[in-house]
């Protein structure tokens, strides 16, 4: 053989390797095959006190969790099998004790877990629009907030009964909502008077950041500030057409009245600026009257005399 053909059959070698390798594998896959289709084929439901043979500890605390209704339940369809309706059949990994053949949340992707715990949760009303919320786009699953093996001060549900409880897992991702707490005029959380669900709905909800609602399509913040809804014969515009937080900062403020700028003056001026003066049976738009010093403190506090601010049926300057 001429050594300036090695290079060409080298090349073809190369070519085929490839190839040969495939042929080599495809038996192998095909004998795989039906030894794992055999593997799922033997998987079978043993039932809660198979479980509780190794993992005693955390049957004891399962029976404190609510979930253990399903071992009571006929209805339900898991009676004496409430590990499996989450972990899947458990036949296989109670014969090998493998990790890997029992289904662990741990393992799983958020949207297969949110899967997994809408099969049962799926028609509650609170978990409405779930799969669509700004957790579950963000790839937060269930069991970020929700533990089901936890017991006593640890366990979710347990710490769900009371708004501190709540608060503190909700600071544990939203640190820099938690910050806005620590102003000086702020809604009672830290005081433990009311929890971030008193507003947010963390499983969904039709507006942003998962904000309740009151009554119909009305912001959630007509729950409290009822007198604040309306109808109203002379209507301020922003209550009726934005949402409250265009004025107020709902997690802080420097503010008293908890407005997004410290002087109210300055809020104010964002909208009656620079634009014509309304008529006088209208509360929309205008500059402030030539009597409005912006100079002296006095005229800085629009709110002194414009005290129906959210509306009024007797004024239209919104005085009274």
């Not at 399509?217 to 729950?223: E, N």
């Not at 014509?276 to 030539?290: D, F, L, N, R, W």
């Amino acid at each position: 053989m001429k050594i300036r053909y090695l290079p060409l059959i080298a090349a073809f070698a190369w070519a085929a390797w490839p190839a040969a390798a495939r042929q080599g594998q495809e038996p192998a896959k095909k004998e795989q095959a039906p030894a794992a289709a055999a593997t799922q084929a033997k998987k079978e439901y043993v039932g809660s006190d198979t479980c509780a043979g190794c993992h005693d500890e955390i049957r004891t605390n399962f029976k404190k969790n609510a979930h253990i209704i399903l071992e009571t339940t006929r209805s339900r369809g898991w009676e004496g099998k409430a590990c499996e309706s989450c972990h899947g059949p458990g036949s296989v990994h109670a014969e090998s004790t493998s990790p890997d053949d029992i289904l662990s949340p741990k393992k799983m992707t958020p949207a297969a877990i949110d899967q997994m715990c809408l099969a049962c949760h799926k028609n509650q009303q609170t978990q409405a629009g779930r799969v669509q919320s700004g957790h579950a786009r963000n790839s937060v699953p269930c069991t970020a907030c929700h533990n089901v093996h936890k017991a006593g001060e640890e366990a979710s549900a347990r710490q769900f009964r009371r708004p501190a409880g709540i608060n503190r897992n909700c600071q544990g991702c939203h640190m820099d909502v938690w910050a806005s707490f620590q102003k000086p005029h702020r809604h009672p959380l830290p005081e433990g008077a009311m929890s971030c669900t008193s507003c947010h709905n963390p499983h969904g909800s039709f507006l942003n950041r998962n904000l309740r609602l009151a009554s119909g399509q009305q912001p959630g913040c007509f729950q409290c500030h009822s007198d604040k809804r309306g109808p109203f014969v002379f209507e301020h515009a922003p209550v009726r057409n934005e949402p409250c937080t265009i004025c107020h900062e709902a997690h802080g403020s420097a503010n008293p009245r908890m407005m997004t700028r410290h002087e109210v003056t300055n809020l104010c001026l964002e909208c009656h600026s620079n634009i014509m003066s309304p008529p006088q049976a209208t509360t929309a738009g205008g500059v402030a009257i030539a009597t409005h010093d912006l100079r002296l403190p006095r005229w800085r506090n629009c709110t002194a005399c414009h005290q129906k601010v959210h509306g009024s049926n007797v004024n239209g300057a919104l005085l009274r």
